[in-house]
């Protein structure tokens, strides 16, 4: 049974710049979380999707936003970036209320 | 305000003996908790969980032990060996459809298996 996947592994962009994560959960999986881990604050929880509707948000800036296709694969869109969205971007998958699978993460690297 | 506390940032234990690893909750609507071992630069690999209804949940060389009145927890690993070297993370959801899935972490504890 194929894991979570992440793409990209790994992204380098600049100031200002928007940027786009993917995530495609275990194969019957219909919730999809978000975290982002910083040396600072840990891990942090930024949102859930669950059957194409957003569940559950973080406390994070508008400038983070999220969607679920018909198909559960997630993506996260992070709007004018800045030095501080540096971070290692982690999605998990469950099928309903328990069960956290994380994927190996996109580390994002802003410049 | 940090709502699952791991106050040892970091814990060495030598090779074949028990490591204790500690975890503070301070919000009472928690009812399921897990802990998670990470390698840099990986997502976190889910260890063993534990319910709001039991006191007790073991998985092999895991264990963890859940203090509702206290509102802590602790994962046993016994014995401890080299490749148990991580980062070991706490988490704790409150579990309803309402709530959905959202996991709050703990800080982490560093784990260090000397051989």
């Known amino acids: 049974k194929a894991g979570v996947t992440q793409t990209p592994r790994y992204l380098i962009k600049t100031r200002g710049q928007q940027v786009t994560l993917s995530c495609s959960p275990i194969s019957g999986h219909r919730s999809v979380s978000w975290y982002q881990q910083t040396p600072g604050q840990g891990l942090q929880f930024l949102f859930e999707y669950f059957s194409e509707t957003q569940r559950n948000k973080g406390n994070f800036p508008g400038r983070f936003s999220g969607r679920q296709f018909s198909n559960s694969r997630s993506e996260m869109n992070v709007s004018t970036l800045e030095l501080g969205d540096s971070a290692l971007y982690l999605c998990?998958?469950?099928?309903?209320?328990?069960?956290?699978?994380f994927g190996s993460g996109t580390r994002l690297t802003v410049v | 305000d940090q709502q699952v506390k791991q106050n040892s940032p970091s814990l060495s234990v030598q090779e074949g003996r028990i490591s204790i690893l500690n975890c503070d909750y301070t919000?009472?609507?928690?009812?399921?908790f897990l802990w998670y071992k990470k390698y840099p630069a990986e997502g976190p690999t889910f260890l063993i969980s534990?319910?709001?209804?039991?006191d007790k949940n073991e998985d092999g060389r895991f264990t963890v032990f859940l203090n509702k009145s206290a509102k802590h927890l602790s994962l046993h690993i016994v014995p401890s060996q080299p490749g148990d070297s991580a980062v070991y993370f706490c988490?704790?959801?409150?579990?309803?459809?309402?709530?959905?899935?959202?996991?709050?972490f703990g800080g982490g504890t560093r784990v260090l298996v000397k051989p």
């Open positions: 534990i319910s709001s209804i039991k």
């Open positions: 919000n009472s609507m928690f009812d399921y």
């Open positions: 998990a998958s469950s099928p309903e209320n328990y069960g956290y699978t």
């Open positions: 988490a704790a959801s409150a579990r309803s459809k309402a709530a959905g899935n959202k996991l709050t």
